[in-house]
Each structure stands twice: as C-alpha cells, then as structure tokens.
C-alpha cells in the first residue's frame, strides 16, 4: 500500500498563492489517482480536484475551477496543488489522498489518507 503526506500550508493575504504538495511513499504514487480534499470547520469535507496516474486528466470542483491547478511528478512521486487568487473561504484543512479506482472527486473511494495541512486566507 501508499503512504501519502501534504506539506505546504500556511497563511496568506487575499489574492495570493501557495503550493501544497503531497509526498507518496511506500508503493509508488503513479498506481493510483490523487485526489485533494478541504474541510473547514463546521463544515463537510469537500473535493478540490483529482489527478489521473498519467497526469493527464485533472477534474476540478466548482468553487476553484480556474484557480487551482493539480499536477504530478511520477518520477518524484509527488502531486501537487498550486492554490492562485486564494480567497478567505478557501481556509481549511488540505488533504490528499490515493486511490486504486478510476478518475472520481468523490472522498468515498480512496483508501489512503494524509494527516492534511492547514491553509489560512486572511488579511
């Protein structure tokens, strides 16, 4: 199995960027799809986007199409999350994950889960 764990959060301004990355060890990333998750708090754990193993396809939720930007380095067996325009509600805890199943944003079909990363959108 994979083990997965994000890195790169922190705080930013309004309008701002960061890049989350999320490091697989164990079985190599490139077997499986990457997803990104968010969660607020109060709130449900919502999808940010997924990677194909390829790389090749990505799928975006609504609220950060055209902002955010998924990519992968087989080789480095890492993903990454590039955050631009960053707005207040895009504060939450980050969370990549793998899956063995086809390309989905829904949380239920990964396995394999990092601790997740804290983003913080604040003026």
């Known amino acids: 199995q994979v083990q997965v764990r994000e890195s790169g959060g922190g705080s930013v301004q309004p309008g701002g960027s960061l890049r989350l990355s999320c490091a697989g060890s164990?079985?190599?990333?490139?077997?499986?799809?990457v997803g990104w998750f968010r969660q607020a708090p109060g709130k449900e754990r919502e999808s940010v986007g997924v990677?194909?193993?390829?790389?090749?396809?990505?799928m975006y939720g609504d609220p950060v199409k055209g902002r955010f930007i998924i990519s992968r380095d087989n080789y480095a067996n890492t993903v990454t999350l590039q955050m631009n325009t960053l707005k207040p509600e895009d504060t939450a805890v980050y969370f990549c994950?793998?899956?063995?199943?086809?390309?989905?944003?829904?949380?239920?079909?990964?396995?394999?889960w990092g601790q997740g990363t804290q983003v913080t959108v604040s003026s």
């Open positions: 990677i194909s193993r390829s790389g090749l396809n990505t």
């Open positions: 994950a793998a899956s063995a199943a086809a390309l989905s944003l829904s949380p239920s079909i990964y396995e394999y």
């Open positions: 164990g079985r190599t990333l490139s077997s499986y799809i």
